[in-house]
């Protein structure tokens, strides 16, 4: 299965701009699935997020994790809301961030319901929302993912990216090794801000089962989109592996 991680140079408080210049981005037909940041819809309507993510699926002919956008429609108050489209535009999964971090907790969002999942060419594909991947019960009633899709806006306190950066390329290798799957990060560029503070751009995929010592992790890369391909034979046999030597 080929993925692809999409890291916009810029964000915009206007979703229909976000999902414009991912738009101008992705070559049409160039892998199974994408991956859109977190709050790639930023503020828009339900109903225009959910339409975007649609179109952008039936365009490039990819299935769509459509990272995510604040959705007010709900009587609980503002909810970080993301959904999955298919290639033809079929509503595949939604999912809530249930950790909301930071200037969200400040500014009133909510929790909502863990991450969802669904299927695509035979294999088990779960989302987690920014900040909970750093939760592993996020995981615990998850049915053993080969993949888990991570939308993120890596907004960080230090002086640069690196310390952030390192942060998230060992929990999303700890998160692979843990639970024996391919933990795929898209994040915004490094010198994107959000309400003035910066982003780390924390996009890359890690690796469980990697042919070498260096491919647990790989990026952040320097292009707006980076191409990965799933192994999913090698993970099986990775799996059984450690079945067999008694990591359960």
Known sequence: MKILLVQPPRYSPDGHANFDA???????GSADLMILPELAGAS????????RVR?????????????SHYDDSGPGGRVNRGAVAGPDGTLLAEYDKAHPYGLELRSGVVPGRPGGGFE?????????LCADLWYSASLAGADGPDAVLVPAFSVTRWDGPAPARQLWQHMSVARAYEFMTYVAVSDWHHE??????PCAGVTGLA???PHTHTGFFTGPPDAAVSLHELDFGRLDAFRRDRSERGFR
């Open 120 to 128: 695509l060419h035979g294999r088990r594909l779960h989302v987690l």
């Open 55 to 67: 179109e952008l699926a039936r365009g490039s002919g990819m299935a769509v994790v459509g990272g």
């Open 192 to 197: 994107t801000t959000y309400h003035g503070h």
């Open 44 to 51: 828009l309507p339900r109903a225009d997020y959910l339409t």
């Open 22 to 28: 991912v738009e101008a981005l992705v070559t049409p």
């Open 207 to 209: 690796n469980p089962c």
